[in-house]
């Protein structure tokens, strides 16, 4: 029942930029983690970033162009993506897991998908 509202995506040139973001419709309780999957035509879905309790994880494609970043009070989770290319010319999706069953059991929260197309 809990809506991601996503934007930001778009057309761009190789080497340009573009920010990614993502608000939940409404309040979202113990947030285990929030982060950015994309996924290809003919490509399974994979993550691109991901903030925990623990820190934040990036694909190797990733690192050193996309920052990902959070607020949690707000329920808020963007992508800074720099340095585009080709390659990352894909549907992108936010998540955000919670625990359920007394903080044990994880649930995962998915939005609708923004295309982000990147030109060469």
């Known amino acids: 029942q809990v809506q991601l509202v996503e934007s930001g995506g778009g057309l761009v040139q190789a080497g340009g930029s573009l920010r990614l973001s993502c608000a939940a419709s409404?309040?979202?309780?113990?947030?285990?983690?929030m982060g950015w999957y994309r996924q290809a035509p003919g490509k399974q879905r994979e993550l691109v970033a991901v903030i925990t309790s623990g820190g934040i994880n990036y694909a190797d494609s990733a690192k050193g162009r996309f920052t990902i970043s959070r607020d949690n009070a707000k329920n808020t989770v963007d992508l800074q993506m720099n340095s585009l290319k080709p390659e990352d010319t894909a549907v992108y999706y936010c998540?955000?897991?919670?625990?359920?069953?007394?903080?044990?059991?994880?649930?995962?929260?998915w939005g609708q998908g923004t295309q982000v197309t990147v030109s060469s």
């Open positions: 409404t309040r979202i309780f113990s947030i285990n983690a």
């Open positions: 998540n955000i897991r919670v625990l359920v069953g007394a903080g044990i059991r994880p649930y995962d929260y």
